[in-house]
């Protein structure tokens, strides 16, 4: 008896889902767009966004220039924002802003464009193009709407942002230092610095920073290694004045050292053997 009740629900649910799919199918194909802007609201207010989605794509091109273009692409930028296509809801979300710059929805509007691009960004070993728009985004947003109550909000995530953009430059730059790669992990952990002076590793790459140039005249032929001993030495000055209680100030100090002993011993060799550095350089 039960089986019975379960197989009759189920013949009844397929047919209404049958019944409603050629109602919609029938909806698509009419010419009646007042009651596609109606069922598209109704679709919208429940979330069900994939059939919102091309019922608001029709109307659109039949509603150009008038009151209700705006409520369809307000409804269309978050349908997109619903299904995470985060792109296509940046860009409508932006274009509701252009239209309307003075309406109620403006300001929630460019917002929502900031935070589809936000929305967008991956994880921080990947490209952050979309991390980059977002901050920007943000940015125009707050210099729009500077007393905006969503200013809190934008502030914090350009500095989520912000923090990803460290992570993955940091990852660069240990990944150069761990394969060897010193001038390159020298420059880019230099980049992190000024780029994000506020970072909680800052001690650790300073020192890292000394420690790549060292290494990397270490790897250059004669000719090269005073100039690049320098950098070692003028980066052991900026680590020790910013970090003079270090506990790496020991291994800091031993690098300085040695690097001004390796660079007058280089300087030696190439006075002693009268070394021609003007050709030795040419491809170093």
């Keep these: 008896m039960f089986i019975n009740r379960v197989i009759a629900v189920a013949i009844i649910l397929i047919s209404f889902g049958v019944f409603t799919g050629c109602q919609y199918d029938k909806l698509m194909k009419s010419d009646d767009f007042d009651a596609k802007l109606v069922k598209a609201r109704e679709y919208y207010a429940e979330g069900d966004y994939a059939k919102a989605l091309p019922l608001l794509d029709q109307l659109l091109t039949v509603k150009i220039g008038t009151p209700e273009e705006k409520e369809i692409r307000y409804y269309m930028a978050y349908c997109y924002y619903g299904q995470g296509d985060y792109f296509s809801s940046s860009s409508l979300f932006k274009q509701v802003f252009n239209i309307i710059p003075l309406s109620g929805e403006a300001e929630e509007s460019l917002f929502m464009s900031a935070k589809s691009m936000y929305d967008a960004s991956p994880r921080y070993q990947l490209d952050q193009t979309y991390s980059y728009k977002a901050i920007e985004s943000f940015q125009y947003f707050i210099d729009v709407y500077p007393k905006s109550t969503l200013v809190t909000d934008a502030n914090k995530y350009m500095d989520n942002l912000r923090a990803k953009l460290e992570a993955k430059m940091i990852a660069s730059a240990e990944l150069y230092y761990n394969t060897e790669h010193y001038q390159a992990a020298a420059v880019t952990f230099k980049n992190v610095l000024l780029d994000f002076p506020d970072t909680r590793d800052a001690e650790e790459i300073s020192f890292k920073i000394v420690n790549s140039w060292f290494s990397y005249a270490g790897q250059s032929v004669v000719c090269r290694r005073p100039e690049r001993y320098d950098m070692a030495i003028e980066s ?28 007058d011993k280089a300087n030696n060799e190439i006075t002693t053997y009268k070394i021609n550095c003007d050709e030795l350089t040419k491809e170093n």
Excluded at 240 to 260: C, H, V
């Design 236 to 263: 052991y000055f900026d680590f020790i004045k910013q970090y003079p209680q270090s506990s790496k100030a020991d291994q800091a100090k031993s690098l300085y050292e040695r690097s001004i002993a390796l660079k």
